[in-house]
């Protein structure tokens, strides 16, 4: 009989590329003033990659360092997820070569995208991976370098995307301290935001700012609650809200609408920007390396973009 | 159960306390003809506005609608349209 176990993330770790890019130095490029992109956003500041630093590398180093978080070695992991929509080669996918960047020598490894929900996406396939037995430990990393595909015509995505990778190690563990994801998609808003063609090898990103916005805070609250009613916790009972970090507003938005404790909310957009599947990775590791969290806190992310797709799940902090 | 008749003063009466509650600061008078633009109001406050009069009318907006309401006037309309259907 198939033995279950349960799930527990074990490391979390992050990886921001080069210096800040500040509204100061992005404006000039574009046809908005820095004024106009923290109204209208709340970002201060993000980060592009060097042409160097391709999502591999980044992923490479977010994942070294989570596996480290979690006390493992490159022998441990057997599974990598390597969740990005940014990637210019269409194939091979990339979580082979972050493997071999990294050194695993056994890991089985693959893509997801489900682009800015493509995060807690993995984190789904990590915990039933582990619980069903089929991993002792997975790797799952987040890494998107949207600078490559932002057009400063457009300022409504310059401004706002970022690149980053943020990662967790998902491992095998007697409790249950990841929860059941609450997903979905609406294919039919597909044209609200992603990737246009303008002409050969023109590609962006373009978004509809007003219809993105009215759908994400109308459609996750409900999606909120749902995973914490999964979960078997109320929302009250949530240490920390890390949704995905797609602009300040939207973020503002949510936490009213689900009467949230502000300092309890993450917002690392301010100064990371939209990093797409990166975002909740590096939101978390950001708000659990400043030490603010407590062993055992619950934390509900929500991951949301693009697709249109979410999902949600609660975890339990080590 | 036949859905309850609103007015047009039903509307701008809610419209009316949306806005100053989306724009503590604006002390001014808003008429049907009031844009929004006029009223400071940013695409993203707009949608605050939809989503209010949404709850306040159990009516949902059409994605299409969205950008084509500009004035006090057009909200109005179209909320009166929708709740016709319904």
């Known amino acids: 009989m198939a033995q279950s176990y349960g799930s527990s993330l074990t490391g979390i770790a992050g990886y921001r590329p080069g210096q800040p890019v500040t509204n100061d130095v992005l404006s000039p490029r574009t046809t908005v003033a820095p004024e106009w992109i923290v109204e209208r956003t709340g970002i201060q500041s993000r980060h592009h990659a060097s042409p160097d630093e391709d999502i591999t590398t980044m992923a490479a180093e977010a994942g070294r360092k989570a596996i480290a978080a979690a006390n493992l070695g490159v022998e441990d992991i057997d599974l990598v997820i390597l969740a990005t929509a940014t990637r210019r080669q269409r194939m091979p996918g990339g979580g082979p070569t972050v493997a071999s960047k990294i050194g695993l020598p056994r890991a089985g490894a693959f893509d997801l995208n489900a682009v800015c929900a493509g995060f807690t996406y993995s984190l789904a396939m990590a915990s039933n991976a582990v619980r069903t037995g089929d991993a002792r430990h997975v790797l799952v990393i987040g890494a998107e370098r949207t600078s490559e595909w932002i057009n400063p015509q457009t300022p409504d995505t310059f401004v706002i995307f970022g690149d980053g990778a943020g990662a967790a190690v998902v491992s095998r563990s007697e409790e249950n301290n990841i929860g059941p994801a609450v997903w979905g998609s609406d294919g039919a808003r597909a044209g609200v935001l992603g990737m246009t063609e303008f002409g050969p090898g023109e590609e962006y990103v373009t978004m509809d700012g007003p219809l993105v916005y009215k759908w994400s805070t109308a459609k996750i609250p409900p999606v909120a609650r749902q995973a914490c009613e999964r979960y078997g916790v109320s929302l009250e009972q949530v240490d920390w809200l890390v949704p995905h970090q797609a602009n300040k507003r939207i973020i503002d938005t949510l936490a009213r609408t689900l009467r949230f404790p502000d300092d309890r909310v993450a917002r690392d957009v301010v100064d990371t920007g939209n990093t797409s599947a990166a975002s909740v990775p590096l939101a978390l590791s950001r708000i659990y390396e400043s030490g603010r969290m407590s062993p055992g806190d619950l934390v509900l992310l929500l991951g949301f973009g693009a697709g249109l797709t979410y999902s949600g799940q609660v975890i339990r902090m080590p | ?86």
Do not use: C
Request: charged share 30%.
């Open chain 2, 1 to 86: 159960m036949t859905t309850p008749t609103i007015t047009q003063q039903d509307v701008f009466a809610e419209m009316d306390k949306e806005l100053r509650r989306l724009l503590p600061e604006f002390t001014g008078d808003i008429t049907p003809t009031s844009t929004f633009e006029e009223l400071d109001l940013d695409s993203l406050t707009r949608v605050d506005l939809l989503a209010a009069m949404e709850i306040a009318f159990d009516i949902e907006v059409p994605d299409d609608e969205v950008a084509k309401v500009v004035r006090v006037q057009d909200l109005a309309d179209l909320v009166l349209s929708l709740r016709s259907r319904a």
